[in-house]
């Protein structure tokens, strides 16, 4: 049988019964023309045929490209796949680093219990927090926001908490050498005003970073701390709850901030609290705010509740009220001094 859309065959014959016209077309002719031959019509069925061909020959060609291309397609998929696979390897191990840096267990400090609580909305965050023994009477405790989300705040996120990270038996940002040889726990504003310096705000990134620094004497009972840019602390005393923000700007916006230190006395049975803005600006469906107002009122409603469990509620509640999944990175941060 010959393929119609080779070249086109055309019957030139004096046989005209109707079953040697059907037999030719059947076994692959393009036309049949009997005789006598009219010559006007040979040539215009001839030129029909060329045209059909012609038509033919580009769909033919057409499908051919398409088959190409749609193989080129699915090699560029395989390609793009692989890609995302690796990249998503990637991030997964890189979140896992970060989530390494974050404290494995509190420090130990009779009287005193602490909890946190870290939840990036991407693989990677830009928060960060830790709690850590700096000396024989002092704990360290931090919780930082870079602004922004994914791999390039979780790049400078992962930086400052590298050195803000005591290191044993060596001087660093936290802890310093003193004359005697000791090592000695570095004061909060030290830390914050040391921090801007070296991070001042790039015009190309645009990116700075707010800083909750505590530095608590676990004999004296009395924290000492710097607020930048950060909400809170929010301290809950005796069923009364209270935020004692007093508002500084961010690390690293303005290169002599004169950052303030301020001091608590903690008082037994105080809970002390410091979190992200992704749970005081999650939103509901209507973009309203859950705002400080919602977080203090659930800070209350745990009171009778372990530190721990305050914290779930607290993240569980903005969770809640968020119409959708959170679109920023969620940290907190919190310890209380424990009735005798």
Request: some cysteine; charged content about 25%; overall charge neutral.
């Amino acid at each position: 049988v010959h393929p119609p859309t080779r070249l086109p065959i055309i019957m030139l014959t004096g046989r005209d019964a109707r079953d040697d016209v059907v037999e030719a077309l059947r076994r692959g002719a393009n036309d049949y023309i009997t005789k006598p031959l009219d010559m006007a019509v040979v040539i215009a069925r001839l030129r029909t045929q060329l045209s059909l061909k012609s038509a033919v020959d580009q769909i033919v060609g057409l499908e051919r490209d398409l088959e190409r291309k749609n193989a080129e397609l699915e090699r560029a998929n395989d390609d793009l796949r692989a890609a995302y696979r690796r990249m998503k390897s990637d991030l997964q191990a890189a979140a896992r680093v970060q989530r390494s840096l974050l404290p494995s267990s509190p420090p130990p400090a009779p009287g005193l219990t602490f909890a946190w609580r870290y939840h990036p909305c991407q693989e990677l965050a830009g928060d960060s927090l830790n709690v850590f023994t700096l000396d024989d009477e002092h704990i360290g405790c931090y919780l930082l926001d870079v602004t922004g989300h994914g791999v390039p705040a979780a790049l400078l996120s992962v930086t400052i908490t590298k050195l803000l990270m005591p290191v044993p038996d060596q001087p660093s940002l936290v802890r310093r050498r003193e004359p005697s040889g000791r090592l000695a726990a570095v004061s909060p504003r030290v830390v914050a005003e040391e921090l801007n310096a070296r991070f001042q705000l790039d015009p190309e990134t645009c990116r700075f970073f707010t800083l909750f620094y505590g530095l608590l004497n676990t004999r004296t009972r009395e924290v000492r701390y710097v607020c930048a840019g950060q909400s809170g602390p929010v301290l809950a005393r005796a069923g009364e709850v209270r935020n004692l923000n007093q508002p500084e700007i961010a690390i690293g916006v303005v290169p002599d901030p004169g950052y303030h230190e301020r001091r608590l006395q903690l008082m037994p049975g105080d809970r002390l609290y410091v979190y992200s803005d992704g749970i005081d600006e999650a939103r509901d469906a209507r973009r309203t705010l859950f705002g400080e107002q919602r977080a203090m009122r659930v800070i209350r409603e745990c009171r009778d509740q372990s530190l721990d469990a305050s914290l779930d509620r607290l993240v569980h509640a903005a969770e809640q009220w968020a119409a959708a999944a959170l679109d920023d990175d969620v940290s907190a941060l919190a310890l209380e001094l424990l009735r005798d």
